[in-house]
Nanobody, 120 residues
Framework: QVQLVESGGGLVQPGGSLRLSCAAS????????MSWYRQAPGKQRELVAL???????NYADSVKGRFTLSRNNVKNTVYLQMNSLKPEDTAVYYC??????????????WGQGTQVTVSS
C-alpha cells in the first residue's frame, strides 16, 4: 500500500504565495509521474500540473507562469510553488502519484486533499 500526505494549504491574500507538498511512502518500487489536481465548489476536478519521471512538466494554461512544480526523488515528494495567487485559484488541491509497487504492478494514488483559499 502507498500513502500520500499533503501539506501547505491555507488562507492567503490575492497576490500571495503558498507551497504545497505531497510525500509518498509505503511499498514503492518506483514513482512515475506526480501531479496536482484541484476542485473548486461546483466544478469538476481539473489537472493543474504534472511532472514526469524525467522531470518534464506540464501546466494548465490558467497557472502557467505563476505555479512551479518540482520533485525530490530521494524523498518521494512533489512540490507545487504557487505565486501570484488569484481568488479563482481557490479550491481543494489533490496530489496524484503513479507508482510501480512491483515491476508489473502500477497504480495511481490520491492524496486526501488540502484546501487553498485566496481571499482578502
Amino acid at each position: 500500500q502507498v500513502q500520500l500526505v499533503e501539506s501547505g494549504g491555507g488562507l492567503v491574500q490575492p497576490g500571495g504565495s503558498l507551497r504545497l507538498s505531497c510525500a509518498a511512502s509505503g511499498n514503492i518500487f518506483r514513482i512515475n509521474r506526480m501531479s496536482w489536481y484541484r476542485q473548486a465548489p461546483g466544478k469538476q476536478r481539473e489537472l493543474v500540473a504534472l511532472i514526469t519521471s524525467s522531470d518534464t512538466t506540464n501546466y494548465a494554461d490558467s497557472v502557467k507562469g505563476r505555479f512551479t512544480l518540482s520533485r525530490n526523488n530521494v524523498k518521494n515528494t512533489v512540490y507545487l510553488q504557487m505565486n501570484s495567487l488569484k481568488p479563482e485559484d481557490t479550491a481543494v488541491y489533490y496530489c496524484n502519484v503513479g507508482v510501480w509497487i512491483a515491476p508489473m504492478n502500477y497504480s495511481n494514488y490520491w492524496g486526501q486533499g488540502t484546501q487553498v483559499t485566496v481571499s482578502s
